[in-house]
């Protein structure tokens, strides 16, 4: 066990960074940076099927979308009951991986492998999103919740305890709840990995067959990591919702569905800390060419992407960790 | 008669228009197994050459069309030596870099030139039946995209570049042991890719609003053509686009355009599931029998 | 690793701006890039010059206007990001900005959440009615009571629409519905088309089949503008209308003719009114604005009606803070509602109390023979009537939603 921190030394001290960062900076930055970090888990989802067992998923924002409308739709109808906040985000999470598991059910045990797995999850998410954006009119309401077509939903209450008065909108406890929950995800994460189910589903990458004729049931393993992946993008839906206050179909569009692939690929889909980190870096970077780039921003953006794809083929963040861990004895 | 001519003008426009959507994507990604997410960009870039060589050399359509479809082989070309021949045999990297080259392209073109460019008129006239009018270059689109097919089965079904091309693709190791220059081939099919991607991007120049996402248009489309013509692309493409075609048009015709969408995106989804080798697979499934 | 987080780091450091307290801040959010970049560069460019023309005059409560803007690139997150940082960090007084509705909603929240004033300059599917919220851009009722009526008494009582299958085409397609029954007239048919469809021969059987003697179309973005090459080469030759076209992405400049012939649009500005119309207000003031805009920015390649919508919304926000001698958002917003007008380039716009909208000059713009534009027709100060006819009166009862006609306030 102590073994295992020490070669974690890395993490633990940019966590210790992350946590320490409150005092630092002002509570715009602070806000910024949960934001960044809100994207993190559809991120870690994509890392968990792609990286570890070889599924490409472009469907993670199909999730993504169904929490934040689920969340969005039950916490409108309930508005005002004790806690609404609170269970409209459990039970959101739990349609969502119920919806993972029949998608995951329908592809596992349906035969359908490798890039089929993409186009598939794809034609989902743009099914949702084409369903979505038609639903303006008063027809298209769940209860006392109008969906509201292209335009978007608002008017979800925040998370938290509104009796308590504590919210998790903005602020330090918004910052620090993202953060634990990052780590505790994180933690969670490595030991899958290296668990029963971790291990017979990082071998199915290589080969399903002779997995499977070691006695190991296959789909029966992928379907588990599939719905954790979809889990996965479902609190990032509901923590980027709950954070603007607004989900639109739009999130769960061509280029929402593109975006986890190639910030995993680019950060180093094998490495899931790798995945958390180079998201933040993504997001934070193309928000800041945004601000500074002007109509060169996306190229340079492009450009980055190419670069790091041509020379850095296992990712850009796991090759600059590597090499700082192999620098610097004491990491 | 009119009712029936109706039926197959609406068909054949969306057959042509998902045939030829997906045809230089059938070479990249159905044969070379690249993610190519900037083949919208490269019909991009053919739609620009077309329109804007016409425009600036005041050529004829035709001969724009021809310098659209060079410069996207030319520029195909040189994205294949600088990006894409370290991505072979990685074809999943492939979606980010392509990615990437999808928002350098788009981008510049805008800051290229600018938000828009002045269209061109569609070529040709249009003919009358009864109470419907239509227009005569929709009816050469479908004609000529079955033509293309045709002669993309014979060029890689039928000639000797054919077979070396997919024998290479599919085993290159043993091509290179028997002497097959496989950087060539791959670079030459991709060329070939880019290339036909430029003939859509031409050929719809004229009828589309020129704007730096004209590509964008195609890609859905495109992708879900080739997936469900299968592993061997030129066999399947015809029946596949024959089928969603089909799809499209018909629930369209009864519903609207955007249950249209979405039927046809359930369709891929279930052919994937029942007929995991696309229509290829079925095909050739059938010969064989 | 480390490099990149000491760098993040420093970077934020770096960006500390320090608060000058002796200019009034207007946060400004516009795609500057992307898909709407087309009709929004205009936009940025009218905000610009207004503040210029005001600083030149000493600007408002002897303070100068100062504009922090961002591009948020078409895409509705960088306007959540954006909105968030104007607000936090910048610390701006007011916000200005957003093309399309879903962008506007995206962050009208946010404004909302933070008593921030905001200015929508855009034509748009009417219905906001939000105590913080100012619209300067024309709304259905404005564009569609006048047009349609003129259309079916020039061309006949049978009404076609196609229109995108989103919030806004269903709005106006809901209004246009209206405004032919109660005119006596027939919906043919009606068509709604996904954002993403580029291919129009479908339709334009549909539409041969149901033989209007008028064309709604109420097509947005840049796929959809597909359908006008496809219907002239195809010789659909039926008289088109829409609220959109031409007044926004220009697009009878655009597109080589014979697309867009035949078509009428209604507008509360186009920089052809003075080319159009000899003499009189009208060509005075589109002359000027058009002589004052070409001095600044020379190369634009077409001022738009969104522009004249932004550029009055700088001059109305100025008076307004001019006239309650601050720029506390409560304050301004009462300023606002005392019935503050603005002569601008299409002549006098004047804030409604009740909706937040504004009064608009309509003309109606002829798309004839080789794209030509004519102007068969002047409506005079069409007011925004339908929000405050239908219960939404900010002016005295607060109110921070979005209604369409078949969902009205209560």
């Not at chain 3, 690139?73 to 940082?85: G, I, K, L, T, V």
Request: net charge positive; with cysteine.
């Amino acid at each position: 066990m102590i073994s295992n921190y020490k070669k974690k030394k890395f993490e633990i001290i940019v966590f210790s960074i992350l946590l320490l960062l409150p005092i630092f900076i002002d509570s715009y930055y602070l806000d910024n940076i949960s934001y960044f970090m809100c994207w993190t888990f559809i991120s870690l989802g994509l890392a968990v099927i792609w990286g570890m067992g070889g599924i490409l998923s472009f469907g993670q924002t199909a999730f993504f979308g169904l929490a934040g409308y689920g969340f969005s739709v039950i916490s409108i109808n309930f508005l005002g009951i004790a806690g609404v906040s609170i269970w409209s985000v459990v039970l959101s999470l739990i349609i969502t991986g119920i919806f993972g598991m029949i998608v995951g059910y329908f592809l596992f045990y349906g035969g359908i492998y490798d890039v089929f797995i993409g186009i598939v999850t794809l034609a989902i998410t743009l099914v949702l999103e084409t369903f979505m954006q038609q639903t303006a009119g008063p027809e298209y309401a769940i209860g006392s919740a109008r969906l509201n077509g292209f335009n978007g939903m608002q008017g979800m209450p925040t998370i938290g305890f509104e009796s308590l008065q504590f919210g998790l909108l903005e602020g330090v406890t918004q910052y620090y709840f993202i953060l634990l929950l990052a780590i505790i995800i994180l933690i969670s994460l490595y030991k899958f990995k290296q668990s029963k189910i971790g291990l017979v589903f990082l071998a199915t990458k290589e080969d399903r067959e002779r997995v499977s004729s070691l006695g190991h049931n296959v789909q029966k393993t992928q379907l588990i990591a599939f719905t954790i992946a979809s889990l996965l993008a479902g609190i990032s839906g509901i923590l980027y919702t709950n954070w603007g206050g607004y989900i639109t179909p739009d999130s769960m569009g061509l280029v929402s569905a593109a975006l986890p692939v190639v910030y995993v690929a680019a950060s180093g889909k094998k490495d899931f800390f790798s995945v958390f980190l180079g998201c933040i870096f993504f997001v934070w970077l193309s928000q800041t060419l945004a601000i500074n780039g002007k109509q060169f921003a996306i190229i340079v953006m492009g450009l980055i992407l190419v670069i790091s794809t041509r020379f850095f083929p296992d990712g850009i963040i796991l090759m600059l960790k590597n090499k700082l861990t192999e620098k610097i004895k004491w990491l | 008669m009119v009712f029936l001519f109706n039926i197959f003008y609406q068909f054949g426009d969306s057959l042509a228009f998902l045939l030829l959507a997906a045809i230089g994507l059938a070479v990249i990604f159905g044969m070379m197994k690249i993610i190519n997410l900037a083949h919208g960009e490269f019909i991009t870039v053919g739609a620009y050459g077309t329109v804007v060589s016409g425009k600036v050399f005041n050529l004829p359509l035709p001969i724009a069309m021809v310098f659209g479809v060079i410069i996207t082989v030319i520029f195909g070309l040189i994205l294949e030596k600088l990006i894409i021949r370290y991505l072979y045999g990685r074809p999943l990297d492939s979606v980010v870099a392509t990615w990437g080259i999808s928002l350098i392209v788009s981008q510049s073109f805008l800051v290229i030139f600018g938000p828009s460019y002045e269209g061109l008129q569609t070529p040709m006239g249009n003919f009358k039946l009864g109470e419907f009018s239509y227009s005569e270059y929709r009816v050469f689109l479908i004609i000529f995209a079955l033509l293309i097919l045709v002669l993309l089965y014979y060029l890689f079904m039928k000639t000797s570049f054919g077979t070396l091309a997919r024998a290479t693709i599919e085993n290159p190791n043993i091509s290179s042991s028997m002497g097959v220059n496989v950087q060539n081939v791959y670079t030459v099919t991709f060329a070939i890719g880019a290339g036909l991607a430029g003939v859509t991007g031409a050929l719809y120049a004229p009828t589309m609003t020129i704007v730096p996402s004209i590509g964008q248009a195609f890609i859905v489309s495109s992708f879900i053509t080739v997936v469900t013509a299968g592993a061997s692309p030129f066999v399947g493409l015809v029946p596949a686009a024959a089928f969603l075609g089909m799809v499209q048009t018909s629930v369209t015709f009864f519903y609207k355009s955007t249950i249209g969408l979405i039927a046809i995106l359930c369709a891929v989804i279930l052919i994937i599931r029942y007929l995991p080798q696309g229509f290829s697979g079925l095909i050739l499934k059938t010969r064989s029998k | 690793m480390k490099k990149i987080v000491v760098f993040m780091l420093t970077s934020f450091l770096f960006i500390f701006s320090s608060v000058k307290a002796d200019t009034i801040k207007l946060g400004i959010l516009e795609d500057e890039t992307g898909n709407f970049a087309i009709a929004v560069v205009p936009k940025i460019h009218a905000y610009e010059l207004a503040v210029k023309e005001i600083n030149a005059n000493g600007g408002v409560l002897g303070k100068k206007l100062e504009i922090v803007r961002y591009d948020t690139q078409s895409d509705n997150r960088r306007f959540q990001e954006f909105a968030r940082r104007l607000i936090k960090k910048d610390k701006v007084d007011v916000v200005f900005g957003a093309f399309s509705s879903a962008s506007r909603e995206s962050i009208r929240g946010i404004m909302e959440k933070n008593k921030m004033l905001y200015f929508y300059n855009n034509q748009y599917e009417g219905g906001v009615c939000s105590k913080t919220t100012f619209m300067t851009g024309a709304v259905p009722e404005q564009q569609f009571s006048t047009l349609v009526p003129w259309m079916m008494e020039k061309y006949g009582k049978n009404v076609y629409t196609i229109a995108a299958d989103y919030n806004f085409g269903q709005i106006s397609a809901e209004w246009v519905r209206q405004i032919v029954k109660e005119n006596g007239g027939t919906m043919v048919g009606e068509e709604f088309i996904p954002l993403d469809v580029s291919q129009y021969s479908q339709t334009i059987q549909k539409i041969q089949k149901a033989k209007p003697d008028v064309l709604m179309t109420l097509l947005v973005g840049a796929k959809q503008a597909s359908f006008y090459e496809q219907q002239a080469s195809a010789g659909l030759k039926i008289p088109m209308a829409t609220s959109i076209n031409v007044g926004q992405a220009y697009e009878h400049k655009r597109f080589a003719p014979p697309a867009l012939e035949n078509m009428y649009v209604t507008v509360n500005y186009i920089e052809e009114v003075h080319d159009v119309i000899k003499s009189g207000e009208f060509h005075d003031k589109s002359k000027d604005y058009v002589k004052r805009f070409r001095a600044l920015y020379p190369d634009e390649p077409y001022i738009n009606m969104e522009s004249a919508n932004a550029y009055n919304a700088i001059y109305i926000y100025a008076k307004a803070v001019e006239k309650a001698g601050t720029t506390e958002t409560m304050k301004v917003v009462e300023a606002l509602e005392s019935g503050i007008s603005q002569d601008g380039p299409s002549g006098v716009v004047t804030m409604d109390p009740k909706s937040h909208h504004g009064s608009h000059t309509i003309f109606l713009i002829e798309v004839g023979k080789g794209h030509k534009v004519s102007i068969p027709k002047i409506w005079k100060d069409i007011k925004p009537y339908w929000l405050g006819e239908s219960g939404c009166d900010l002016a005295n009862k607060a109110d921070y939603s979005q209604y369409t006609p078949s969902n009205p306030p209560s």
